[in-house]
């Protein structure tokens, strides 16, 4: 074919890709989120399964009541403590207040605009959003319904998973011919090899961030210590945008209830320096390189999965690019595209190499 056909044939494939991607949403996001809980548990259910000699649905219900355990056990901590934070709403109110007003005083030093104008101004604004107050409430309750329904969908996907796992297996090695099965049983191998270790490198990456935040906050005399840690190593499995969140966050609670500002710079210091440990050591050494995916690669994901699915196509942009590159590896084809979405350099850097080697060393 002409090249010209080529790129009309690529071009259209990709435009209806994303359609469909965008269209079916509501359908394909909880199926992934389920895909990789279920790849997950899937060890865990098998232990139940094989070794207590359990019925495959009950270890299957056993292992999702599991995970519902911990994820309610972890949003009890955090409802906890953000209600705390609510009895400091009047305070947050007159530290808004107070800068407000330092502000003003200074634009109209700086720029010679009156105060009443200033005012007028932020009066109008005022106005405005409580004018569509009521839009955004139904807007915030409908999301609400929405997520719940999104939860209690991504959870009965999971169960199905782990039920029908070795029928799924099944049916994706008859899909292709005979020739190409051997490939495709290591393709679904390495993937799930691949997005087990993933999510627990995230996990226990998660926890140590979490943790460091917290004690560290604490030594700092911030009042809400463990909802910060916590909220820090949430959203640090977003890369980059997630850090940045999380400091706004910790640096706003921190300026509402701290009496002292420089806290706040403190704070700030604090998160950037846990975020480049993180990132090039720690990252590194729980994660491991087998999934490691270039910085360009991984904002471009995060920005695209949020603009297709919003905050969930953010967490899931990395998973997926990642499963794409094992896929892209192994198919002649399309090992172009393998190598783009990888690093440059493959290898952990030195100072994780060699932590790495010292502690095989130690258990050697």
Not at 57 to 83: D, E, K, P, R, T
Not at 306 to 335: H, N, Q, T, Y
């Amino acid at each position: 074919m002409p090249f010209y056909l080529k790129l009309a044939a690529v071009l259209f494939s990709l435009i209806a890709l994303v359609w469909i991607v965008i269209i079916a949403k509501e359908i394909l996001s909880p199926l992934i989120f389920s895909c990789l809980f279920s790849i997950l548990l899937l060890p865990f259910a098998a232990f139940l399964e094989n070794k207590l000699q359990i019925p495959r649905s009950a270890a299957s219900m056993l292992a999702v009541l599991s995970l519902l355990a911990c994820i309610g056990g972890l949003l009890y901590v955090i409802g906890s403590q953000v209600s705390d934070l609510a009895s400091d709403w009047p305070q947050f109110q007159n530290q808004l207040h107070k800068t407000q007003n330092d502000v003003m005083e200074w634009i109209g030093s700086s720029f010679h605009v009156t105060r009443h104008k200033q005012l007028t101004f932020v009066t109008n604004t005022t106005n405005k959003v409580v004018a569509s107050g009521g839009s955004v409430v139904g807007a915030t309750l409908l999301s609400l319904s929405g997520m719940l329904l999104f939860l209690v969908f991504t959870f009965i996907y999971t169960f199905f998973f782990l039920l029908y796992r070795k029928l799924i297996m099944r049916f994706l090695e008859s899909v292709f011919e005979e020739d190409n099965k051997k490939v495709v049983h290591d393709i679904v191998e390495k993937v799930q090899f691949m997005i087990r270790k993933y999510i627990t490198g995230l996990l226990i990456e998660m926890a140590i961030v979490a943790t460091v935040v917290s004690v560290a906050f604490m030594i700092l005399g911030v009042k809400y210590a463990i909802l910060l840690g916590l909220i820090t190593g949430l959203f640090n499995i977003i890369p980059y945008i997630g850090i940045f969140t999380a400091l706004v966050l910790s640096a706003a609670v921190t300026f509402a209830t701290s009496p002292e500002q420089i806290t706040v710079i403190y704070v700030i210091i604090t998160l950037v320096v846990t975020h480049l440990i993180d990132s090039n050591i720690l990252l590194p050494l729980v994660v491991g390189s087998k999934v490691r995916i270039n910085a360009l690669i991984t904002v471009l994901g995060v920005i695209i999965g949020e603009m297709v699915w919003g905050i969930p196509g953010m967490f899931l942009s990395i998973p997926v690019i990642a499963v794409l590159k094992i896929i892209f590896d192994r198919v002649e084809s399309l090992k172009a595209w393998g190598i783009i979405l990888g690093d440059e350099e493959p290898k952990q850097n030195r100072l994780a190499k060699k932590l790495t080697v010292r502690k095989k060393l130690v258990a050697s």
